[in-house]
C-alpha cells in the first residue's frame, strides 16, 4: 500500500509538525534558560607592579612593562592563548585597531559591528556569553548593569586612569559636568563618590550639533533652530530617533522661551508633548526634506545638498569635507548634546586579562589618536603624546592643536574653510552643552509620541 | 535459525541498505522520515520563532528586559491608539498600490514577452534581465535610486536640461510617491516571471479555438487567457503582498522616513528595548498578513499553484 503525498497532505502534516516541535524547543529552551547557574565573577589579575608610576611612550620601549604597550614595527607579540571577543560600533570596532591590539599584546581578537540595539538586544537574550567586552553608548550601558552582567573594574587594573585621566569622568567641577543628572560620572562609576570600580570605562566622548552646508545655506550657523526655520522648509534633515531629536527640540524651545521644560534630557509626558506637537506643526508644514536612519544616508543627504541642514555626528561633517563638499559642523548658542561610549567587561568571562589589556590598550593613546581624525576625544590625556608629532590633517598645526585646541580657531570661526576645527577648541565645546544623552524614565511614551510625529 | 532475508524481485536490484526495503513497506514511517529534516528546520527557524514572538507579546518589558507576567497590557495600548491604525490602514493601502503598479507593469511585459517577442533565446535574454538586478542585494538596489532620484540625480538634470521643469522634482525622492515608485520596482521580478510562465503553459489551439468560435481578441483575452494566467498572477501577488507587509528599509531609504508603515513601528518599539510591545505589533502584523492571503485564496485557491 502506498500513501499518496499531494500537496495539501505535506503542508497540513509539516504545519503540525512544525507548530509542535516549535512549542516543545521553546518550552526545552525556556527550562534551560531557567536553570540556577552558578556564574562567579572572572578572576581580576593582580594589580600590575609599576603601575603608578607609568608613562606613555610613542616610541616602543625595550623592556616594555605590559603587553599593551607600543611595540618596535615589524615584531608580533608572541600567542598568549587568550581571546578578546568584542563587540560594539563601526567607530570602535575597526580591524586595523583590533590587528595593532593583537600584534601588541599576543591575544587573538574575534570582532562585531553592529548597532546599539543589537548589541543590547543580544546581551540581554542570552549571547553575552559569547562576548569579552561590549563597547556601548553610556546611556544603553544601564540595561546590562542592571542584569548583572558586567564586571566591575577596579581603578588600579586600568593603568592610565590614575595620572592621565580627564577631570570629566572625575570631577564634578569639570566644564561639561551635569549637576542634576550627575553625568557622566554617574555612568563611569559603581560609586562616584570613591570613584574605587568602573561600570563602564570611558573609551571615547563627544559632543553632537548640526551640519550644514555654508555654500548652501549662504552663512554661518548657530542655533538648533534652524533645523525648524521656515526659511529651510524642504530642505532640513533630522535623526529619525525618539530619545535623541526631541532632546535637542527640547533644548531649542526651552532656550528660546517656546516651551517651559525642566530637564530637556529627561522630560516629563506634558514636555514631551509639547516638543513632538511643534514637531509635528513643523512636519505638516513640509520642513522636513527627509528623516534620517543611519550614518550613510546623512553623508549622502548632506553631500548631495538634499538637504542643506540637519543634525549630524561630526565624523558626518569630515567625510562631506573629505569629498570635497564644503560642510562644517556649528557652535549653537543653546549648546551641544554630549554622549560617551566606554568598554565593559562580561561578568564571567575567563578572558579577564586580555579584556583588561584591551580597556588599557583604548587608553594608552594611540587608540585616542587614531580615533581623534573622527573628531573623537580621548577621556585618557595619553593620547597628546602620539597626537603632538602628527600632521596628518593640517601642515601648519599638529594634530592636537587642530582637533583639541582648534587649530588657528579656539573659538569658532565664521566663513569657509576653516583652518583648525569648525566648533573650536576642547574648552570651547564643554563649555556649551546642553544635556547629556541620557536614558529617560519613560522612553515608551516618547516612542509612542515619535510615532504619532513620524505618522503625522 | 537463519533469518528471512528479502530477495528482490525478478528484474530489480537489491535495496542498497538491509533492512530498508521492509521500512519502505511501512508508508507512514517513510512520511515521517521524509519530511523530518525539512520539517526540523523550519520549526527552529521558524517555529519557534513564531511561537516566542506570540508569547513575548503577553509579556511585559523595559530596560531591564522581558518579564514573563502575561498581560494583555500590550495589545491593549496599540488597539487604544489611534496612530496605530492609522499606520496600520497606510500598510494596506501602500499594499493596494504597490499590487495594482505592479500588476500593470508585469503584466503587459509578460505578455510582450509571450506574445510579441518569437524568438526562444531573446525570450530567454529578456527574462533574465528582469532577474538580474535580483542577483544584487535588495540594499544595494534601493541605494542606487538616490543618486538617480535626487534633486541633483540624473532623471532631475535631465528633466530641466532638456526644459521640461525648471525647478528639481522633490517628489521623486523622500516622499511617499518615491517609495511605492521604488517598490515597483524591487517586487516586479515576483511577478513578471510567474505571469510570464502561466502564459506559457496556455495551449496555442486554446486560443486558436476561441477564434474559431468568433472571439475577437479582446474577447480572448478576457475570457481565456486572463483566466488562464490566473495561476501566475496569483503566485506573484503573493510574494508582492507578504513583502510588501513586512517592508521597512525602502520607506527609510526612499520614503524619507516620513510615512511609515507597521514594520517600522515594529523596529521603532525595539530600539527602545521595548520588546513586548515590539512583538505584540509583530502578532498584528503577521494576522493581517493571513487575512490578506486568505482573502487571496478566496478568489484562486493558492494549493493549486
Known sequence: MTVEIDRRYFLKRSLQMCGAVGLAGFGGVTLVGCGDEETGAAQLPPVPAGAADWEPSVTPRKDRQFRWEPLAEGKHARATGLTLSTIGLGVSVQDRFLKEFERRTGHKTTPKVTTLTAMITEWLSGGASKYTTVETNANRNSALWDHDLLLPIPVEQVVPWKRYARDLFTSKGALGYDRHNQWPLVQVWVDPAD????????????????????????????????????????????????????????????????????????????????????????????????????????????????????????????????????????????GFTAWFHGIAIRKDTPDIEAALDYVNFCLEGWWGAQVATQGYYSPATTAKTYLDPMHRTSKKFTDWQWWYEGGAN??????????????????????????????????????????????? | MNKAVDLPAVGQRAWPIPGLQRLARKPRVTTFLLILPGTLWQAVLVGVSLVSVVLFSFWSSGFAGLQADYTLDNYKEIFTDRTFWDTALWTLEVVGFVLAGVVLIAYPAAYFLWRVVKSNTLKTVLLLLTIVPFWTSYLTRTITWIPMFGRNGAINEALQGIGIINQPLDVLLYSSEAMIFALWFLFIVFMIGPIFFSMSRIDEDVIAAAAVHGARPWRTFVHVILPLTKPGLMAGALFVVVLTMAEFFTERAIGGAQNPMLAGFILRQVDILNFAEGSAISVVLILMTLVLVGVMMRFFDLRKI
Open chain 1, 410 to 456: 579656539p573659538r569658532p570661526k565664521q566663513g569657509w574653510p576653516v583652518n583648525g576645527r569648525d566648533t573650536g577648541s576642547f574648552d570651547t565645546r564643554w563649555g556649551n552643552i546642553m544635556h547629556w544623552m541620557v536614558w529617560p524614565d519613560d522612553p515608551d511614551y516618547y516612542a509612542k509620541r515619535w510615532n504619532d510625529f513620524l505618522a503625522a
Open chain 1, 195 to 334: 570613584q574605587k570600580e568602573f561600570r563602564l570605562v570611558p573609551q571615547f566622548f563627544n559632543c553632537d550639533s548640526i551640519g550644514y552646508r555654508p555654500d548652501l545655506v549662504g552663512g554661518d550657523v548657530d542655533s538648533w533652530g534652524v533645523l525648524v526655520d521656515p526659511e529651510f522648509k524642504g530642505k532640513s534633515a533630522i535623526l529619525n530617533d525618539s530619545l535623541l531629536t526631541p532632546g535637542w527640540c527640547a533644548g531649542y524651545m526651552k532656550a528660546n522661551g517656546l516651551a517651559d521644560i525642566k530637564d530637556t534630557a529627561n522630560m516629563t509626558h506634558d514636555e514631551v508633548d509639547q516638543v513632538i506637537d511643534f514637531l509635528t506643526k513643523k512636519k505638516k508644514d513640509g520642513q522636513f526634506r527627509v528623516i534620517w536612519e543611519d550614518y550613510g544616508q546623512c553623508v549622502n543627504v548632506l553631500a548631495a545638498g538634499e538637504a542643506v541642514v540637519t543634525d549630524a555626528w561630526n565624523p558626518v561633517v569630515e567625510d562631506v569635507k573629505k569629498q570635497g563638499v564644503p560642510c562644517k559642523y556649528a557652535t549653537p548658542k543653546e
